[in-house]
């Protein structure tokens, strides 16, 4: 299980560990978003920050309708206690999407300083 809060503009914020080096990591603050169907999105500091190895380009979309080209980098994330490699775009902002969130319940006290959690399906669970 994931647990996180919403802020005090109602948006679900989550801290997840970033895994740098062998034995080295950082927290990041991520908003769960919606309306970005990607994984993760990071920003451009924060892979300047860590360092991380840029990927592909990938085309995309933003909420608008508007279609551009963005940047890509490798990260390794702890997911459900598991240290899982995820394709990060390189955003504003960093998010988590519905790609990452696919086979997960999210049930939330949505007032600012409620928690929500995200739990896995058991099919998702075992994979």
């Known amino acids: 299980m994931i647990i ?9 914020r989550v801290l997840l560990t970033v895994l740098t080096g062998p034995e080295l990591e950082t ?3 991520f ?5 970005f169907n990607g ?6 500091e924060l892979v300047e ?5 840029l990927g592909p380009v990938q085309r995309g979309m933003t909420a608008d309708g508007r279609t551009g080209f963005y940047d890509t980098a490798e990260l390794r994330i702890v997911w459900h ?3 899982t490699v995820i394709r990060a775009q ?24 409620g928690d929500f959690r995200l739990t896995q399906s058991p099919e998702a669970a075992n994979q």
């Open 81 to 83: 206690d598991r240290a």
């Open 90 to 113: 390189v955003l504003e902002e960093p998010l988590i999407g519905t790609r990452l969130l696919a086979g997960h319940q999210l049930i939330a006290d949505w007032q600012p300083g």
């Open 39 to 44: 994984f993760l999105a990071v920003t451009p």
């Open 49 to 53: 920050q860590l360092n991380l190895p």
């Open 31 to 35: 908003l769960v978003d919606t309306g």
């Open 27 to 29: 927290t990041v603050n």
């Open 4 to 12: 996180g809060q919403i802020d005090e503009q109602f948006e679900a």
